[in-house]
């Protein structure tokens, strides 16, 4: 039995990523276009391309909105991914606070705390697999999601969700 010496490229390079990046963004311009303009539209029931759902996912105003025009502002509690992950005890009890239920335990919060050192070893052993992003895909990306994350920090009065790069 040989071993194979050309170990199998990724399925994603960064050139394939970008070609796909920016058909993705195509099709939603083209979507938006024919939907005058409707996010809504195409978020929900627009092209059902893999890469474009999971670009739609990413656009939280839209969705947001929609659950804000039926209930209160003050029901909802949205917090971004860096904030959790940089202090996950402190969010977790700002959101159990929100709940109106009872606060964590030291042992839950050792729990917690444990947890994510060993989410931080998992996290650098994937980050040394991933293939990194080319500069003008990750600005192709960024201009995509401007407006949108714009819309996003004026509904929810936190110029946080701007994620100004």
Not at 34 to 50: K, L, Q, T
Not at 64 to 79: T, Y
Not at 90 to 110: N, P
Not at 138 to 159: C, G, I, V, W
Request: aromatic share 12%.
């Amino acid at each position: 039995m040989s071993k194979n010496k050309n170990p199998a490229k990724p399925k994603f390079t960064p050139d394939h990523f970008h070609a796909e990046v920016e058909v993705t963004l195509n099709e939603f311009k083209q979507c938006l276009k024919d939907n005058e303009g409707a996010a809504r539209v195409c978020s929900y029931i627009g092209p059902r391309v893999d890469l474009i759902r999971h670009l739609t996912k990413s656009l939280y105003e839209v969705f947001l909105n929609d659950w804000m025009s039926i209930f209160p502002r003050e029901q909802f509690f949205v917090l971004r991914m860096e904030d959790y992950s940089k202090n996950k005890v402190y969010h977790i009890k700002r959101l159990l606070e929100f709940l109106g239920i009872k606060s964590l335990d030291v042992e839950q919060e050792t729990n917690i705390l444990l947890e994510e050192e060993a989410w931080k070893v998992q996290h650098k052993l994937i980050e040394e697999l991933r293939q990194p992003i080319r500069n003008d895909t990750l600005e192709m990306l960024r201009s995509f999601f401007r407006p949108f994350n714009h819309q996003l920090a004026t509904l929810l009065k936190d110029r946080r969700f701007m994620w100004d790069y």
